[in-house]
């Protein structure tokens, strides 16, 4: 019989250990097809965060390195400064990338760093019991807005493709989302062209995954993709943000 569906190569045989619903599991299968697809494992070094996914470099067959809360694309800028000829990606998610990691996001990215970051947005804080975030929703409920977001007193929320997109060395800056198969299909696009845009030295490339917390958010899985949908896409509009036509 014909195989029509396996582990990707480079996504490790192991248990993770993300709650039930979780989309983690869902990008990092789709990270490492991309992978095996391009033929690169060999040559990836991912950078991991500080997090809910911490421990990913247990989930992927390339090299890891895992960096302090929010320095993911400092390490990375040295590692591809250091070794030009490798793939290196950072995955944080938003309050590694968008509190802590706000600096060093933004000047990577102004540099024009040769790296990839995929970037995800569950607008809480997962791995610390579920914490307001800077992307947590205008009355969003989480453990420190008990009441829900007030732009008076917690400000808005941070949109990261769109403050990118302004630096003149991102060039390829897009956010997608895995609430559904068509859009599971759209981020592995986005992701493996996020990679290419790399690979051809173009300069820094992120995508960002609209991802769910069923546990932080206080749903079962399918309300909570159902939420994404609903609520998250309307405050984050999925679509590419820069390099759109950019050839790689």
Same mark, same amino acid.
């Given at each position: 019989m014909?195989?029509?569906f396996?582990?990707?190569?480079? $996504? ?6 993300? @709650?039930p619903?979780?989309?983690h ?5 789709i ?7 391009l ?10 965060p500080?997090? @809910? !996914?911490?421990n &990913?470099?247990?989930? %992927?067959n @390339?090299?890891m390195?895992?960096a #302090?809360?929010?320095r993911?694309?400092a390490v990375?800028t040295?590692?591809?400064? #250091? $070794?030009?000829?490798?793939?290196? %990606?950072t ?6 990338l968008a ?6 996001i933004v ?5 024009g760093?040769k790296i990839?970051t *995929?970037?995800?947005? &569950?607008?809480i804080?997962g791995?610390?019991s579920?914490q307001m ?5 205008? /009355?969003q ?12 007193t ?7 493709c769109?403050l $990118? !997109?302004t630096?003149d060395?991102?060039v ?5 989302s895995v609430?559904?198969?068509k859009n *599971?299909? &759209?981020?592995?696009?986005a992701?493996e062209?996020a %990679? ?5 030295n173009?300069?820094f ?6 991802s769910t @917390?069923?546990? &932080?958010?206080?749903m /079962?899985p399918l309300? #909570?993709?159902e939420w994404v949908e609903?609520?998250?896409i ?5 679509g /590419?943000?820069?390099g759109q036509? $950019?050839?790689?």
């Amino acid at each position: 019989m014909a195989i029509v569906f396996k582990r990707p190569h480079a $996504l490790a045989d192991v248990p993770m250990h993300y @709650c039930p619903g979780c989309t983690h599991g869902i990008v990092h299968r789709i990270i490492a097809e991309v992978i095996d697809e391009l033929g690169i494992e060999g040559k990836t070094i991912g950078i991991s965060p500080v997090g @809910c !996914s911490y421990n &990913n470099y247990e989930y %992927f067959n @390339c090299d890891m390195i895992q960096a #302090a809360h929010g320095r993911a694309p400092a390490v990375g800028t040295g590692v591809k400064r #250091a $070794l030009p000829d490798k793939v290196v %990606f950072t995955y944080q998610g938003d309050g590694d990338l968008a509190a802590i990691g706000t600096a060093e996001i933004v000047h990577a990215a102004t540099r024009g760093e040769k790296i990839t970051t *995929i970037f995800i947005n &569950n607008a809480i804080y997962g791995m610390t019991s579920g914490q307001m975030a800077p992307t947590t929703l205008i /009355n969003q409920v989480t453990t420190t807005s008990p009441f829900g977001r007030k732009p008076e007193t917690e400000g808005y929320p941070i949109r990261v493709c769109e403050l $990118l !997109s302004t630096l003149d060395g991102a060039v390829y800056i897009e956010r997608t989302s895995v609430h559904d198969i068509k859009n *599971i299909r &759209n981020t592995k696009k986005a992701i493996e062209k996020a %990679f290419k845009v790399q690979m051809a030295n173009k300069g820094f490339s992120m995508v960002e995954v609209l991802s769910t @917390c069923p546990t &932080n958010w206080g749903m /079962n899985p399918l309300k #909570a993709l159902e939420w994404v949908e609903e609520k998250m896409i309307e405050a984050y509009p999925l679509g /590419n943000f820069k390099g759109q036509d $950019l050839e790689v």
